[in-house]
């Protein structure tokens, strides 16, 4: 997702864990910082309503609101 301060990235990484990026623009990708070992990512769904934007898996979810910059984690 575009900000003004660069691209606001939500990917899950694991069924438990989804990990919030904010890059700026022109900064290099780091790559995995994280995880050692290659793991496959889990199913996933992206839901867009309104001001809203939520990336869920089995057991997480992450939801952004645009009107605040918030992320809340459930």
Known sequence: MRLDEGELRIEPVAEDAIRV???????????ELIFTENVSRPKYKVRKTGESLTVSTKRISAEYVSSTGVITFR
């Open 21 to 31: 990026r904010l890059v700026p623009d022109g900064a290099p990708d780091l790559g």
